[in-house]
């Protein structure tokens, strides 16, 4: 394989790696927002915060996707199995663009787990919130049982 034919391999892949770590920090940014409005008031811009991580979820899908289709080329271009890069992968790779690619690798992998960790404590926070109000309904129906509506 010629190395300008593995350069050219390597920097769409660095692209779409880096696409991938923007969609990643973006739906942190918007995970955080909505912690605080959750945490400090319910209402309009928690579920405009929802339908942006949506539509981050599926740029999420998308960047991936792409990033796993130059790996899976890449491996083939190589004739290598897997789809994953390893370190059999890093070694045939051109030199200087190994320290990139570990980099980004590493941050994205550190991004994805921290996006699972704030949505989990989303999620947390969400169940805390309902479960409050269930028992404020709760509450509010025990109280017109018992004394009813009557005049």
Known sequence: MSDEL?????????????????VYGAMLLTLDCQH???????G????EALRTLE????EV??????SQSLRE?????????GQAITSEIMTRLPEDYRPLLNALMDENNEL????????????LLLSHSVEAMQRLLGR???SCDSQGFGM
Do not use: W, Y
């Open 44 to 47: 309009s811009p928690f579920h």
């Open 36 to 42: 605080s409005t959750t945490a400090q008031r319910p």
């Open 112 to 123: 994805f787990r921290r996006v699972q960790e704030m949505t989990l404590e989303n999620v």
């Open 55 to 58: 539509f981050q979820t599926d």
């Open 61 to 66: 899908r998308r960047t991936r996707n792409r």
């Open 140 to 142: 509010l129906e025990d």
């Open 6 to 22: 593995a350069t050219n391999d390597v920097e769409r892949l660095i692209g779409a790696m880096r696409e991938e770590l923007h």
């Open 73 to 81: 080329a890449l491996c083939l271009r190589l004739k290598i199995g």
